[in-house]
């Protein structure tokens, strides 16, 4: 009898760029309408969507097999579960997201010392306390159920531990950033029961093999082009590559046709000097998998 994998989604707000991750990796999952349990076209897995806050219990426990969560709320909930892979992929950025101490804007406090005493709201309490514990400063956490950052303005707290991106919102209410608590990324984590399964585990690390070459592949993009015999070496010598250019002999030509992958953010200056080394008709085409 064949095993499923019991594999969990994150719903909330990484749900559409996990399942949009998960589509540029070869598996397309489809919510149906307030199911909990997506389809999915692999018949080896069974999905499960799960708050991102929960998936770390839920995989130590068995419930689910593997899952996608962040490093924050394994730390939050001390869950003894396998990390597969770090997967750096969010709603907003490619970038690890923080989880940071802020207080109001025309503040004293400026330490995490100038803190004792004082009333803390965070959605992340238990990691919270040991963090503020370890370092010998009394705090009172109080769990926030959300619009953490109102909660200064209307004097519930004297300072908030949020998790952010860009600052944006922490600027929008007059906040200011003393001091960061944690970095935290989305991870794929399994059961340790079920890793030491062999069908299980083979299966998990196919997903991490995939989900990786797909968030490797964001960053890139594959460029060809033609090149004259004579330019060959001004156009090579502008170009990086994971490797080396590959590089083949237009038929009946002393023209050569070059192909290489580069960083997209470093594209967009690269194509002038190309044009201006010798380089034509170059195509820039968007990569799947980098592997």
């Given at each position: 009898?064949?095993?499923?994998?019991?594999?969990?989604?994150?719903?909330?707000?990484?749900?559409?760029?996990t399942i949009s991750?998960?589509?540029?990796?070869?598996?397309?999952?489809?919510?149906?309408?307030?199911?909990?349990?997506?389809?999915?076209?692999?018949?080896?897995?069974?999905?499960?969507?799960?708050?991102?806050?929960?998936?770390?219990?839920n995989v130590e426990?068995?419930?689910?097999?593997?899952?996608?969560?962040?490093?924050?709320?394994?730390?939050?909930?001390?869950?003894?579960?396998?990390?597969?892979?770090?997967?750096?992929?969010?709603?907003?950025?490619?970038?690890?997201?923080?989880?940071?101490?802020?207080?109001?804007?025309?503040?004293?406090?400026?330490?995490?010392?100038?803190?004792?005493?004082?009333?803390?709201?965070?959605?992340?309490?238990?990691?919270?306390?040991?963090?503020?514990?370890?370092?010998?400063?009394?705090?009172?956490?109080?769990?926030?159920?959300?619009a953490t950052e109102?909660?200064?303005?209307?004097?519930?707290?004297?300072?908030?531990?949020?998790?952010?991106?860009?600052?944006?919102?922490?600027?929008?209410?007059?906040?200011?950033?003393?001091?960061?608590?944690?970095?935290?990324?989305?991870?794929?984590?399994?059961?340790?029961?079920?890793?030491?399964?062999?069908?299980?585990?083979?299966?998990?690390?196919?997903?991490?093999?995939?989900?990786?070459?797909?968030?490797?592949?964001?960053?890139?993009?594959?460029?060809?082009?033609?090149?004259?015999?004579?330019?060959?070496?001004?156009?090579?010598?502008?170009?990086?590559?994971?490797?080396?250019?590959?590089?083949?002999?237009?038929?009946?030509?002393?023209?050569?046709?070059?192909?290489?992958?580069?960083?997209?953010?470093?594209?967009?200056?690269?194509?002038?000097?190309?044009?201006?080394?010798?380089?034509?008709?170059?195509?820039?085409?968007?990569?799947?998998?980098?592997?």
């Amino acid at each position: 009898m064949r095993k499923l994998l019991k594999l969990g989604i994150p719903k909330g707000s990484l749900q559409d760029a996990t399942i949009s991750l998960f589509r540029r990796s070869g598996w397309k999952i489809n919510v149906n309408g307030r199911s909990y349990f997506p389809d999915i076209n692999d018949d080896d897995i069974e999905c499960a969507l799960c708050r991102a806050q929960e998936m770390s219990i839920n995989v130590e426990s068995g419930v689910i097999d593997a899952g996608l969560t962040g490093k924050d709320w394994i730390a939050e909930h001390g869950s003894d579960v396998h990390v597969v892979s770090d997967l750096i992929y969010s709603k907003v950025s490619a970038r690890p997201a923080r989880w940071v101490l802020a207080v109001a804007g025309d503040s004293t406090m400026n330490r995490l010392e100038d803190l004792e005493g004082k009333t803390i709201s965070t959605e992340m309490v238990q990691f919270t306390k040991r963090y503020f514990k370890e370092r010998n400063i009394n705090v009172n956490v109080k769990f926030s159920w959300g619009a953490t950052e109102a909660k200064i303005v209307s004097g519930l707290a004297d300072a908030i531990v949020e998790i952010t991106e860009t600052e944006s919102t922490i600027r929008a209410h007059n906040l200011k950033v003393i001091h960061e608590i944690m970095q935290t990324n989305t991870q794929l984590i399994a059961n340790k029961t079920a890793w030491q399964d062999p069908a299980k585990r083979k299966k998990i690390e196919q997903i991490a093999l995939l989900l990786q070459s797909a968030l490797v592949a964001d960053r890139l993009v594959g460029i060809k082009m033609n090149v004259p015999e004579s330019k060959m070496g001004s156009v090579i010598a502008l170009l990086p590559s994971l490797n080396g250019p590959t590089v083949a002999p237009l038929y009946q030509s002393d023209w050569f046709a070059i192909e290489t992958i580069v960083d997209t953010n470093v594209v967009r200056d690269l194509i002038p000097e190309l044009i201006r080394a010798g380089a034509e008709g170059i195509i820039e085409y968007p990569l799947n998998k980098v592997i």
